[in-house]
């Protein structure tokens, strides 16, 4: 079983930078592909990036390319997420997710475990 943590996120001006992290528990982690999704009131849940096990491949939603990196150090067992030049688009909760296999995907289903979320609100 994998359990996943977020973290770092909270009320950010826009056109400022935010960093989230997810810590995940199980020895399983490093084997797995990892997500970071965004769900604002009344949208469908999307991809915002997602890395494979290696963290040699990335995927990026068009939204956020060239704004966002994702990354993840296996030996902390932690997922990381930053954006900069944020706007009010960016403003949802934020999750975290693992999925076996340990490649990229873009659907929510794909995922098997998922974070509690992390809100962020961007401010104009």
Not at 18 to 30: E, H, M, Q
Not at 56 to 85: E, F, H
Request: a positive charge; aromatic letters at 10%.
């Amino acid at each position: 079983q994998v359990q996943l943590v977020e973290s770092g996120g909270g009320l950010v001006q826009a056109g400022g930078s935010l960093s989230l992290s997810c810590v995940a528990s199980g020895r399983i982690y490093r084997s797995y592909g990892m997500g970071w999704f965004r769900q604002a009131p009344g949208k469908e849940r999307e991809l915002v990036a997602a890395i494979d096990w290696s963290g040699s491949a990335t995927t990026y939603a068009d939204s956020v390319k060239g704004r966002a990196t994702i990354s993840r150090d296996n030996a902390k067992n932690t997922a990381y997420l930053q954006m900069n030049s944020l706007n009010a688009e960016d403003t949802a909760v934020y999750y975290c997710a693992a999925r076996p296999g340990g490649g990229t995907a873009y659907s929510p289903s794909a995922y098997i475990h998922w974070g509690q979320g992390t809100q962020v609100i961007v401010s104009s």
